[in-house]
């Protein structure tokens, strides 16, 4: 059997919220089960856990692609009480059904890129292959590519971000997982390292400080700047508020970024109208969605260059 343990480094490759990186993974066999680690759960930016349950989606779906490529298939149990002992067991099978997965190149490519797109339209070829790869029981994927589509989105991002950065928690939060120093950065391996941001290695009281005099307004207008540059926006709306279904917005979100990935095609979040449950109603409203669909993730898309990578934790830190 392949080892376990290398299945579990590509599911850590996953996105996660701050990069906080949520998750816990233990071995028994041919079983590896995927936990939520509520000492890394973000109480001020997602107070319900549903980003965090989105993570472990994404995780999941890694390591499903992966454990695929290497000739398993797998059988998925969720065991998702009330009480706070979740757990996603995956149950492994050497088949000779298994295929190589066409979407396993991208596990090592995919990233979070926060620079300015170059507006270049999406080929329509593009924009089928990434609805048909994100098809997901429980998740309605939307994809808005013309002015007449994007143009209204743009006042719910910028009331999002204009709320969370009038809030001392929230950016306390935030600063409390920037790695504003490239020694912090590579000690830790985990959080959003200046580089990824484009942004200088600074020693953390410096970036702190940086952070305090940082307005909503200013991050509000670049937001806009960078919507009005991008090729389009996505939207992953959940049928409701289960953490069934935040695991398969993960999934199904994973199995985009990496489909883009291979387009050559960039993504990065623009979440705050998701996260702000007031902002989120108007959203809903104007979307024209039952109560029970929240719209969870918003990311813009388009081309540009890469960044640097983010950094992951080593496998054994993530093991029980
Ligand atoms: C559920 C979820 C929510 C996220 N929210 C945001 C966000 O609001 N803003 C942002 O810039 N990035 C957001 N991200 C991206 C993460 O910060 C990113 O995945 C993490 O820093 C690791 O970097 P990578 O995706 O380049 O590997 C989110 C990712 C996930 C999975």
Known sequence: MKDLKELIHYATLAPSGHNTQPWLFSLNDDTIEIRPDYKRRLPVVDPDDHALFISLGCALENLIIAANQFGYSEDIKYDLPKEKSE???????????????????????????????????????????????????????????????????????????????????????????????????????????????????????????????????????????????????????????????????????????????????????????????EVRKKLQKYLGLPKEQQPLLLLRIGYSDPLPKSFRRNVEEVIT
């Open 87 to 277: 757990a996603i067991k995956v149950i492994l099978t050497k088949s000779s059904e298994a295929n190589e997965n066409l979407l396993f190149d991208a596990l090592n490519k995919r990233q979070s890129t926060r620079n300015k797109y170059d507006r270049k339209p999406l080929p329509e070829s593009d924009i089928l292959s990434l609805k048909e790869v994100t098809k997901q029981e429980g998740v309605i994927f939307k994809i808005f590519i013309t002015d007449n589509e994007i143009e209204p989105l743009i006042k719910f991002v910028k009331e999002g971000n204009i709320f969370q950065f009038k809030n001392k928690e929230f950016v306390n939060e935030l600063v409390s997982w920037i790695r504003f120093s490239k020694s912090d950065a590579e000690k830790k391996r985990d959080g959003i390292r200046s580089a990824v941001i484009g942004a200088p290695s600074i020693p953390n009281w410096f970036g702190k400080l940086i952070m305090k005099f940082n307005s909503g307004e200013k991050e509000a207008k670049k937001c806009e700047d960078a919507i009005r540059n991008s090729s389009g926006l996505v939207l992953f709306i959940s049928e409701d508020n289960s953490k069934q279904n935040w695991i398969n917005i993960g999934r199904s979100f994973e199995r985009f970024a990496l489909k883009a990935t291979q387009l050559g095609l960039k993504h990065a979040h623009l979440n705050m109208p998701c996260e702000e449950l």
